[in-house]
């Protein structure tokens, strides 16, 4: 299963941007991820697979929001007030099956399917 991310693209300094992650109706935990040139990937944020619990990143939080529509399948990243250090590819992901509707894991290893991945890239 290859999850689809969309919604990247270039924007300016203060601008927003809404990623989303087709899920294919996936019952998961659903997180983003970032990776920027030359860094690990990072954590930034997830959902739990009902939507009733979200966790972001201390450098998003307040600034990004992570939801879910569970008609869809479709999990969403608004992204507000972009900074040029928010430049990367961001990955959504599903976690592995767990009977928790809290399930919310910020660890990579935690995550069994992963999208292709979009580029978002913020100017100064």
Not at 73 to 87: A, I
Request: glycine content about 10%; proline content about 3%.
């Amino acid at each position: 299963v290859q999850l689809q991310a969309s919604g990247g693209g270039l924007v300016q300094a203060g601008d927003s941007l809404r990623l989303s992650c087709d899920a294919f109706g996936l019952d998961r935990a659903t997180g983003w991820f970032r990776q920027a040139p030359g860094k690990e990937r990072e954590f930034v944020a997830v959902i739990s697979r009902r939507g009733g619990r979200t966790i972001y990143a201390d450098s998003v939080k307040g600034r990004f929001t992570i939801s879910k529509d569970n008609a869809k399948g479709t999990v969403y990243l608004q992204m507000d007030t972009l900074k040029p250090e928010d430049t990367a590819v961001y990955y959504c992901a599903a976690a592995s099956a767990n009977p928790s509707t809290f399930y919310t894991p910020v660890q990579k290893t935690s995550y069994v399917y992963w999208g292709q991945g979009t580029q978002v890239t913020v100017s100064s």
